[in-house]
């Protein structure tokens, strides 16, 4: 592996996160976005991320200044990955917005990039044609915070290289997390396979009235000894991205419950722009949610 420099593309939920942790180990990293005002936005979230770094991993001021030495920033896609070893994307999960990213990025990307798609639903082979480039295409998939839960599942496609496959195994290694090597592609990686389906479930009972999210968490952390609910982890997922997930699952399939749920995130939650902990209030209000009152499971 001769990885040294990375571009993220997109500085959003996971982008930014990527980043970070990239850089903080030591490679070269380059983060990509549309504009510059978003550029701006993500530099204040990697200011507060340092802080996390120093709380939760111990990390010295010297390791954070190192970190932001190796991080930079362009709103040109070309100057973004003109020497990119791997390009990360990040950008939102819609099919029709990764698909025109690529068509962009294999016009400018050097041919010794490697690309890497973050979907945490979207299979690669749906984009492997578009990005030029089907065997240095793959997906590389992290849990959110990931500097805590340091997990990442590498999946590649039918006609990814099984050299490019390794080498980014041993990235994603010497980035600190754990790899988790997926055999054969599986909507939804090995995570999402088991997470989905809970949260799929939870807003199930919600949008059928069945109870309220706060119930439903306490149900779940109280009899399964789980940290968070349901509910507590689509606000740190971001519930725009529950909301994507449902809205192509109605475009394929007009079911009637996925209609309701669309509905209701859209009413409720994306229109009144409580998106989850990123925006200080989803099912939750945050820096204090109730689901960590020492009482809320009382």
Known sequence: MNYKNITVAGSGVLGYQIAFQTAFHGFHVIVYDIND?????????FNSLSESYKKDLNATQEQLDKTFQNLSYNSDLAAA???????????????????????????????????????????????????????KFLALHFANTIWIHNTAEIMGHATTDPKV??????????????????HKEQPGYILNSLLVPLLSAATNL????????????????????????????LDVVGITTAYNINKIAVEKNQDELKIKTVKYLKENFIDKNKLGVSTGEGFYKYPNPAYKDPDFLK
């Open 37 to 45: 005002d978003v550029l701006e936005k993500a530099k204040t979230k």
């Open 81 to 135: 990955v003109a020497n990119a070893d791997l390009l990360i994307e990040a950008v939102p999960e819609s099919p029709a917005i990764k698909i025109d990213f690529y068509h962009k990025l294999a016009k400018v990307a050097p041919e010794k990039t490697v690309f890497a798609t973050n979907s945490s639903t979207l299979l690669p082979s749906e984009f492997a044609d578009a990005t030029g480039r089907p065997s």
């Open 206 to 233: 919600l949008v059928n009235e069945v109870a309220d999210p706060h119930t439903i968490d306490k149900t779940w952390m109280k009899a399964t000894g789980a940290p968070l609910g349901p509910f507590a982890i």
């Open 165 to 182: 496959f390794e080498d980014l195994v041993n990235f994603a290694k010497a980035i600190g997390m754990l790899a988790l090597p997926l």
